[in-house]
Structures are given as structure tokens and as C-alpha cells.
């Protein structure tokens, strides 16, 4: 992807990882050169918000710990669809609360449909990617939101 910057045209690498489990060994191994993870979810889709909670992020946080990563919502053109009003879409307010609570560096929303936030996506990536690298407390944000939850057995 081209990122034009004023004069400048930079390139970033996207690597899309697949999802499903048989892809797990495969997919870590492309992690090692990650600079920015951008976990992306559908909005129309309320399991897909959960698997970032319950996969994703302890997926990222085992193999890359100290690397940003923000949360992209997508799909954000079925959010006020009549395809199927019984779906439980997520808002953009728990998309940003979460995010915050999570540690991501932002919280963005998208459609490929119509193009609406795409731009802001890769260009977060970028910029999240090139920036200096600061001790992050990415890692530490998560444990303690999840420490935080009440669990019965």
C-alpha cells in the first residue's frame, strides 16, 4: 500500500494473517518482523468483537509484547442495514471504550464498500510504524482490565 505523505510516497507491507485455527503455527511465525498490529473485526458481527478480546490480543501480547496495535471496526456499511435487525452490531462508543481499556493506540472504523475510513486506517498504520519506539504499557493496560473482570466457575 502507498501512503503519500506531502511530497513523499512511502510503502507498507500489509500482511493479512488468516483466522482460522489450522493457520495458528503459521501465522506467529510472521509476527517476528511486525511493526503495528491492526485488529480488525466486523461490527456487524458481535463474536468477531469478542475473538479480539479472547484471541487476538493475548495472541499478539505472547509473541510481540512491546509492538502497538489498534483496533479497527469494519463492515461499518451493514451497520444500519435491514438485512438483519436482530444482529447486535457494536457501537462506536464500546469499539472505542474497549480499545481504550484494551491499551490500543486508537480506535478506528472502516467499509471497503464505501471507502469510509479506509485512508485513516493505513495511514494510523504507518505513522504507528515509523514512530519512535517509546516503552510501551500496552500489555500492562490489558492484564489489568482483565484482572478486573469478575469470573465465576
Same mark, same amino acid.
Given at each position: 500500500v502507498d501512503i503519500k505523505e506531502g511530497e513523499n510516497?512511502?510503502?507498507?507491507?500489509?500482511?493479512?494473517t488468516a483466522g482460522q485455527e489450522t493457520y495458528d503455527r503459521l501465522r506467529t511465525l510472521a509476527y517476528s518482523d511486525t511493526?503495528?498490529?491492526?485488529?480488525?473485526f466486523s461490527v456487524y458481527d458481535s463474536d468477531s468483537f469478542e475473538n479480539v478480546k479472547l484471541k487476538w490480543i493475548p495472541e499478539i501480547r505472547q509473541f510481540k509484547p512491546d509492538t502497538?496495535?489498534?483496533?479497527?471496526?469494519?463492515?461499518?456499511? !451493514?451497520?444500519?442495514?435491514v438485512v438483519d435487525i436482530t444482529n447486535?452490531?457494536?457501537? %462506536?462508543?464500546?469499539?472505542? @471504550?474497549? /480499545?481504550k481499556k484494551w491499551g490500543a493506540v486508537k480506535y478506528l472504523e472502516c467499509s471497503s464498500i464505501d471507502g469510509t475510513g479506509?485512508?485513516?486506517?493505513?495511514? !494510523?498504520?504507518?505513522?504507528?510504524?515509523?514512530?519512535?519506539?517509546?516503552?510501551?504499557? %500496552?500489555?500492562?493496560?490489558? @492484564?489489568? /482490565?482483565?484482572?478486573?473482570r469478575t469470573m465465576i466457575f
Open positions: 510516497t512511502h510503502q507498507l507491507s500489509v500482511l493479512d511493526d503495528v498490529f491492526v485488529v480488525c502497538p496495535f489498534f483496533i479497527v471496526g469494519t463492515h461499518t456499511d !451493514l451497520r444500519h442495514s447486535d452490531c457494536v457501537s %462506536t462508543a464500546r469499539g472505542k @471504550k474497549c /480499545a479506509l485512508d485513516e486506517v493505513f495511514r !494510523l498504520a504507518y505513522k504507528t510504524a515509523v514512530s519512535p519506539k517509546k516503552k510501551r504499557q %500496552t500489555w500492562k493496560s490489558f @492484564k489489568d /482490565a482483565v484482572k478486573r
